[in-house]
Structures are given as C-alpha cells and as structure tokens.
C-alpha cells in the first residue's frame, strides 16, 4: 500500500513530497522526484516482503534540526552503492532503510532518514564509513522490483549470489548469528531452486530442447548449495557449535564428495571434537578422490589435503604427550606405553611375547589407575589401624 492513499485523511500524491514518520521521528520519508498523479502512483509498483528490489542509493550522516526540527543531511557522501540488490524483509540492510525499500515506488526517488538505533547503532559500520552512533540520511532510486513469484532461475541465482557476499560481510565483521541468517537463506533458496530445475529436467527428458540451459543451471546451484553449506559449517565451527557444523560437512558431500573446502572443514570438525581417526579417514579419501577426479582446485586440492594432514600429526602428537604427562602425575612417575606402543619386557625367553603372539600392551590409564588403587587402599589399611588404638584408647579413659 501507499504511504497515502486516503482522501477522508486530506491525503494527495503531493502529500508525499512532505516528510512523514514511519516509526516517529526516528524514520522519516519524503518522496523528492517529481510528483505525480494519483491514478499514476496506483499504477506504480511497491516493493513487498520477499520482492527484489534494484536501487541506486547514496549514504550521508544525517541529524534532526534544532529543537526536534525536520530531518537534514550533515556532511558529505559518506558511501554510495549503484544498482545494489535486496530482497525486502530478509534483514539485509537497517531497519530504516528497510522501510525506505517498502515505501518508495519504482521508478521513485526519496529521502530516509534513520536515527543510529534503526540505522547502525552505537557500534556504526567501519568498513562502510560509516561512525559510532551516527544518524544517517539515505537517498533512494528504486530502479526495478521483481516479485518473488515471479524470478526466474537465473534472477533467484542473483538472490542466492547476493546473500552469500552479505553473509561473507557479516562474518568478516565477526557477526557469525548474522551470517549464519543469510547463508541459511541462501542455501534454502538454493535447494529450492535446484529442486525445481531437477523437476523441470525430468519433464524435458525425451522432450529435446532446453536440457543444456538446464543443466547449466542445476550445476549453477549445486555449487552455490555446496558453498553456502561450507559456510554454515564454518560458521558453526567458530561458534564452538561442532554438531551442526559436522551434519553442515556431511550435507555438503553428498553433494560434491571431492569438495576439497568441506573435506578440510569437515577435518577440522573432526579434530575439535578429539576424533582424530575419523579425521584421518576423511582426509584420506578426500585426497583419493581428489586425484581421482582432479579435486577442486586439481593438485592446490590436494596440497591442501596434505597441509591438513600434517596439522593432524601434530594434533596427534600432542594429544599423546598430554596423555603421557597425565599418566606420570597419576601413576608417580611410571610412563604412559600409547596404545599403538609396545610395552618393553626385558628378560623374558620369548621376546615380550604373549599368548597368540602379540607383544603385551599395557595403556597408561590402566597403570595409572592401579597405582591410585594402591595408594586408596594402603591408606584405607592405615585409617584401619588408626580407628582400632582410637577406640581402645577411648575405652582406657
């Protein structure tokens, strides 16, 4: 709907051309193209929720006049982007600008102002310019709207691409919550465009014509699905959350089992999580499909496999020697013997062997915790004792 549209209100196109609040002072609207008739602005399309937008805008700082007064550009361009891409409800922009998105018409050009708390808040936005608590004033060119029904594949591509480079802004900043939001869109989008082809391809199927530009686009999204996915996992790994980031790997391969990104991912899961064979393994044939397929990335790919593997070792590693530190504090100085390690048996016949011809092998806890019991229970024997002359001497008094 129309800001204004109501007569019984005094409500004229013109009446657009006047500063209005959308949420009291702190968004406010005015429409600075030329006016126009009402049966005109009927015709004119408003963005609605899920509806791509194409708008030209330019930021400045803005600021309320003296006293509460009308709003007003302070300084110069602060930063401007041409023909940028929003979807309308997806919280990819601030909140004021969000309204301004929804309010001017296509074809339209107007003026947003945002106070800081519906604009970028007291922390501002560093890699846009833009300060901390600044006002700002935005103006708006709403060059073209696309209803959300009606994109086809390639313009849903265009949504997806633009959802994975605001993610990627996001994270870059350290608002992992706010990438994940845009990725998960992103990736859903992605799935249900990649759905659609692959049930529009059965259809062409003995049909002739159309099976390539299908094609193209099936193999379009199933990488933008398996680069968002990778995402997500990497998003989650950062917030600690290893669950989700594995079933994210996991989605992601099923998709592109030779995904040299996810395999690292996916090892990287693995190690946080102590399952180091089960990292051994995923790296393993990570690599054996890489140089069977030529991987992601051809032999980088598999460079890349061989760096992880080497973190591995020396996550190994280290995770052995804090075991063996732990065993020596536990079991008063006898070593750990690891459980791919023989334990040494010195004097006997046949070589350290035992029954079935294994060498013996002994894990470090178990010492440990044999020395503990010893310990437990030569004290419970002394606290015997003790208890014993306790109460005879009880007795005597």
Not at 244 to 265: F, M, P, R, Y
Not at 282 to 303: D, F, I, N, P, S
Not at 315 to 332: L, P, S, V
Request: net charge negative; with cysteine.
């Amino acid at each position: 709907m129309v800001l204004i549209e109501d007569d019984e209100h005094g409500g004229s196109p013109e009446d657009r051309h006047a500063w209005q609040e959308l949420m009291g002072k702190e968004i406010q609207l005015k429409i600075t193209s030329k006016a126009v008739s009402r049966e005109t602005v009927e015709k004119m399309k408003q963005a609605e929720v899920g509806d791509l937008v194409t708008v030209h805008l330019k930021c400045h700082r803005g600021r309320l006049a003296e006293g509460g007064g009308e709003a007003e550009v302070m300084g110069g361009l602060v930063y401007e982007e041409r023909e940028a891409v929003h979807t309308v409800g997806d919280g990819e922009v601030c909140m004021g600008l969000e309204l301004g998105l929804r309010f001017v018409l296509e074809g339209e050009t107007g003026l947003v102002y945002c106070g800081n708390r519906f604009a970028y808040g007291k922390d501002g936005l560093a890699d846009k310019g833009v300060g901390e608590g600044w006002d700002l004033m935005y103006e708006i060119k709403i060059i073209g709207i696309i209803r959300r029904e009606g994109m086809s594949s390639d313009v849903k591509g265009v949504v997806v691409e633009r959802k994975k480079e605001l993610g990627n802004e996001e994270f870059k900043r350290g608002e992992y919550k706010k990438a994940l939001k845009l990725y998960g869109m992103g990736a859903q989008l992605a799935v249900e465009s990649l759905n659609d082809l692959r049930d529009e391809e059965g259809e062409q199927e003995g049909g002739g014509g159309g099976g390539e530009k299908v094609d193209e686009s099936v193999e379009r999204f199933v990488k933008l699905t398996v680069a968002l996915t990778n995402n997500i996992a990497k998003v989650h790994y950062k917030l600690k959350d290893y669950e989700k980031a594995k079933e994210a790997c996991i989605e992601s391969l099923q998709l592109d089992n030779g995904n040299i990104n996810t395999i690292v991912i996916a090892s990287n899961v693995c190690i946080a999580r102590g399952e180091y064979q089960e990292a051994e393994q995923v790296l393993e044939e990570g690599e054996k499909a890489a140089r069977a397929t030529g991987g992601e990335g051809g032999e980088g790919g598999v460079a890349e496999i061989q760096r992880a593997k080497s973190r591995l070792a020396k996550k190994k590693a280290e995770y052995r020697r804090k075991e063996k530190d732990m065993a020596r504090r536990m079991g008063g100085g006898i070593k750990r013997v690891g459980g791919d390690k023989r334990k040494k048996t010195e004097g006997r016949e046949d070589g350290g062997k035992v029954a079935g011809g294994e060498e013996e092998v002994e894990g470090g806890w178990r010492i440990a915790w044999k020395a503990a019991l010893s310990v437990i229970v030569v004290l419970a024997a002394i606290g015997v004792v003790y208890w014993k002359q306790n109460k005879n001497n009880n007795v005597l008094s």
